[in-house]
């Protein structure tokens, strides 16, 4: 992978996205994938959204991506930043969103998969190998909501996580 890739998994229990993040975090430590920034949203029995940006924004240069992942979670899940989202300011997100590779249908899609009792990884990743990256994720699994990566490699990372 060259450019940033979007990776959005979503998972059936609320533990599963903080445990395959610490499993791709353990790769990114031996240099197998380079993360911009990560976001893990879990949502309660209850219905309540608990969100955990995993990335440390003093370590990592280019927030720019990191920015515009706190502002996708807020947007879909309320919080300190949806709250503040109101009138043409929430179109102006959305707008600047979509520029970025995520569509609305990306965003009505999130919202309505992440029922009570579940969660979800929000990855923007720099770099990867792919082989190390996928053999990772085999004992996981989840469904890919949302990737910005190309088709057949979005198939491959689906068909580990089945």
């Known amino acids: 992978m060259s450019d940033n890739a979007w990776?959005?998994?979503t998972f059936d229990d609320e533990d599963t996205a903080d445990q395959v993040l610490h499993t791709m975090k353990s790769a990114e430590h031996q240099g197998f994938?380079?993360?911009?920034?990560?976001v893990v949203v879990r949502k309660d029995?209850?219905?309540q959204?608990?969100?955990?940006?995993?990335?440390?924004r003093s370590t990592k240069v280019g927030a720019a991506g990191g920015s515009l992942i706190g502002l996708l979670v807020g947007f879909l899940f309320g919080g300190p930043i949806g709250m503040m989202l109101v009138g043409g300011v929430g179109g102006a997100i959305v707008g600047a969103l979509t520029k970025n590779g995520v569509d609305k249908k990306f965003i009505e899609?999130?919202?309505?998969?992440l029922k009570p009792g579940?969660?979800?990884?929000?990855?923007?990743?720099?770099?990867a190998r792919l082989d190390v990256t996928l053999a990772g994720l085999r004992q996981y699994q989840g469904t890919v909501l949302h990737t910005t990566l190309p088709?057949?490699?979005a198939e491959r990372l689906q068909k580990e996580l089945d």
């Open 49 to 56: 959204v608990h969100v955990k940006n995993a990335i440390d």
């Open 33 to 38: 994938i380079d993360f911009e920034d990560t």
């Open 151 to 153: 088709s057949d490699l």
């Open 7 to 9: 990776v959005v998994i």
């Open 45 to 47: 029995a209850n219905g």
């Open 109 to 113: 899609d999130v919202s309505n998969q």
């Open 118 to 127: 579940t969660s979800a990884l929000f990855m923007v990743v720099r770099a």
